[in-house]
């Protein structure tokens, strides 16, 4: 797979670029000594051949259950798949995370739930401590789910990290920590 569809973005990051036919969520691919960690599997041929291609076992965290991150989940053979209570419902698969998870393997990968305006039961995770991949979190419309948008920016706040890492990005995915908490707040119309 050439450099256009695959691109490293952090240290022990790699991307799977998003696409619009199908409709497809980035496939983030972190490496640790053991294992991969795929956050979101997406929809795309492209995300399904990168994940494949992986040549150690893979661990999937589905950061929510919508079909532009999970369509590929039925055609890969995957070790683990880590989800929320709202994703295993839907989905009907996966390990309950309902409480953070720290995994060490050379990297340590912290998984957690987080609510979101944009769907019940997300994950989040945290990746050495300095970035945190977010999915969907906080895509929505700003006149639907101002609670859940309070709660999401207050878990964000409480996290140490100070990039974090968008799905469904055009450019460049990462997100500084204020400009992140700036644009959901106005957003939402929250402080």
Excluded: W
């Amino acid at each position: 797979m050439g450099m256009k569809l695959l691109e490293c973005i952090a240290p022990g990051i790699l991307r799977v670029l998003p696409e619009e036919e199908p409709l497809s969520s980035d496939a983030f691919i972190i490496e640790g000594e053991a294992r991969y960690y795929v956050f979101d599997v997406g929809a795309s041929d492209a995300a399904y051949e990168a994940i494949r291609a992986l040549d150690k076992p893979v661990t999937a965290i589905i950061s929510h259950f919508h079909r532009d991150h999970t369509a590929n989940l039925p055609r890969l053979a995957l070790d683990e798949v880590l989800v929320g209570a709202r994703s295993r419902k839907q989905l009907g698969i996966g390990t309950l995370v309902d409480a953070p998870v720290c995994i060490r393997d050379g990297v340590e990968i912290m998984v957690q739930p987080c609510v979101s305006p944009h769907a019940p039961g997300c994950l989040i995770t945290t990746v050495g401590g300095k970035y945190t991949l977010i999915g969907d979190l906080h895509y929505a419309r700003p006149c639907v789910g101002q609670g859940e948008a309070k709660g999401m920016l207050n878990a964000l706040k409480r996290l140490a990290t100070e990039q974090f890492i968008v799905s469904h990005a055009k450019g460049n995915p990462i997100v500084a920590r204020d400009d992140l908490f700036r644009e959901i707040g106005v957003y939402y119309g929250i402080q």
